[in-house]
């Protein structure tokens, strides 16, 4: 089961860093995520304050709904030809700021957005840095549920140790992402994040993987006790 609230303190201080990024007038894509969800709290604090005005994109209905909440104005991810910024967390993040995404399911409309950004900050705990991808963390796929078998297949194929359906935690059956699909979670032995992304996308009923080393972030923002610290690429 996932712990929101482990490590808290080193995720707030990484979102209250990215949150500097953020200046008035600008087109902002808020992620998706418990670290996420700290810099959503934050820039609805100084939109309410008349500190900052933006508009804003949010990568799943769990962030629509924070932001709303947050006050912040939020417009379809559609509506947006590019934004200036965008921040949100990783659940992996090696050497070269490659990423695996995908711990809340939303990893489609977050590659969407980040691709749309000028500027993707990623902002994580330290706990999240790994000496290779895939270390700890299965990769996660977006599948239409009728591909099941045949991506299954195509797994095996590339050398996958292990696939499982990710089922949910407070209902029967798989979890089901806001596009209405199912989620694989996938372990390789090793891999190389470009080639496996592309490889990934290249299966029938494959809506999208959560590897991001074609959309790496600009700059990863890592909260720790002492404070944070910034990794460029």
């Known amino acids: 089961m ?6 808290k303190e080193s995720k707030r201080l990484s979102a209250l860093e990215a949150v500097k990024h953020v200046k008035s007038g600008m087109a902002v894509g808020l992620g998706t995520g418990s670290t996420a969800a700290l810099a959503i709290e934050e820039l609805g604090r100084l939109q309410n304050t008349g500190e900052l005005s933006c508009d804003y994109c949010a990568t799943s209905y769990q962030s629509m709904q924070l932001a709303r909440q ?9 509506s947006f030809e590019s934004l200036d910024v965008s921040i949100d967390g990783a659940d992996e993040v090696d050497p ?4 695996i995404k995908g711990g809340g399911a939303a990893h489609t409309l977050e590659k969407i957005v ?8 990623c902002v994580v705990d330290g706990s999240k840095l790994v000496s290779t991808l895939g ?3 299965a990769v996660p796929l977006e599948i239409l ?5 045949v991506v299954q297949h195509e797994l095996e194929r590339l050398g996958a140790r292990e696939v499982s359906l990710r089922m949910a935690l407070r209902k029967d059956g798989p979890v089901i992402t806001d596009h209405g699909n199912f989620v694989l979670d996938v372990r ?9 992304e592309k490889e990934l996308n290249s299966i029938s009923g ?3 993987n959560g590897i991001f080393a074609r959309c790496r972030p600009a700059l990863v923002i890592v909260g720790e006790s002492a404070g944070v610290r910034v990794l460029n690429p």
């Not at 996932?2 to 490590?7: E, F, K, L, T, Y």
């Not at 947050?70 to 559609?78: D, H, I, K, S, T």
């Not at 549920?145 to 078998?149: L, R, W």
């Not at 390789?188 to 496996?196: I, Q, R, T």
């Open 188 to 196: 390789f032995d090793s891999f190389h994040p470009e080639g496996m």
């Open 2 to 7: 996932r712990q929101p609230d482990a490590n």
């Open 114 to 121: 980040h691709s749309l950004s000028s500027h993707f900050v």
């Open 135 to 137: 270390e700890r963390t």
């Open 70 to 78: 947050a006050g912040l104005r939020v417009f379809p991810v559609e």
């Open 206 to 208: 494959v809506v999208e």
């Open 96 to 99: 070269a700021l490659n990423l």
């Open 145 to 149: 549920p009728q591909a099941i078998n």
